[in-house]
């Protein structure tokens, strides 16, 4: 649940990820200085606090779970609550304090980019309040597929089942192999070539790309076992 501290400890651990939306945020100080930025999904408050402290006039996060009560205190304990304005609730029920704002700002992005994402709400975010030159940030993310070999791991995670504290647990297997898993891979154990399955132009999707199907084929790049299939995204 977002309402637990936990599961946001987990976002703003993912460093590549996070480095990226401070970078595009307080790596362009003269883009938000004096602007009116939302953030959906504020969470924490991070995107909000970053966005001010990039030289934001007015900031407004928008956040739908318990987490929100956290967040406050956060931005009080660091000196931001003069510029920053919480709003609980769901992006679609809530009325803002302003009509329009110049910048949204949004870790939107799920699970293989669009599983478990904010997407829908940023669409509708974009539609209700962006101002007709506003920006958006990330504004464009892209979908990639590769193929690695980790036998040793894949092995371990089906044997375990064989024997859970004595008893046997074998008829999980064909449906464990099935499921996807969120995992940390190493350059090395990737075989195949990347391949380019979808690009979202935030500015012009729709709801209706949140789901799609995409044609693949994969290069090999060496004589090895294919493992299995890996999921990632850029922004």
Aim: charged share 25%.
């Amino acid at each position: 649940s977002y309402a637990h501290h936990s599961a946001h400890e987990d976002l703003l651990k993912d460093g590549a990820r996070m480095d990226a939306v401070r970078d595009a945020i307080e790596g362009n100080p003269d883009m938000f200085r004096g602007r009116v930025v939302l953030d959906i999904g504020t969470g924490t408050g991070i995107l909000a606090m970053m966005a001010a402290r990039a030289g934001a006039a007015r900031v407004i996060g928008v956040e739908c779970s318990g987490i929100i009560e956290l967040a406050r205190r956060i931005v009080t304990d660091n000196g931001l609550d003069g510029v920053i304005t919480l709003v609980h609730g769901k992006v679609q029920e809530v009325e803002l304090p302003v009509d329009k704002v110049d910048i949204i700002v949004a870790d939107w992005m799920g699970y293989a980019m669009v599983h478990d994402s904010m997407l829908e709400e940023m669409l509708f975010a974009r539609d209700r309040w962006l101002a007709p030159d506003g920006i958006i940030i990330p504004d464009r993310a892209t979908l990639w597929m590769m193929g690695f070999e980790h036998r040793e791991q894949a092995k371990e995670r089906m044997t375990f089942w064989d024997d859970v504290y004595g008893f046997n647990m074998r008829c999980i297997k064909k449906d464990a192999r099935k499921e996807t898993t969120c995992d940390y891979l190493t350059p090395e154990s990737l075989c195949t070539r990347p391949c380019q399955l979808r690009t979202l132009d935030i500015y012009t999707a729709k709801p209706s790309d949140i789901s799609f199907q995409a044609p693949f084929r994969l290069s090999v790049s060496r004589n090895d076992y294919l493992t299995g299939l890996v999921l990632y995204f850029d922004i």
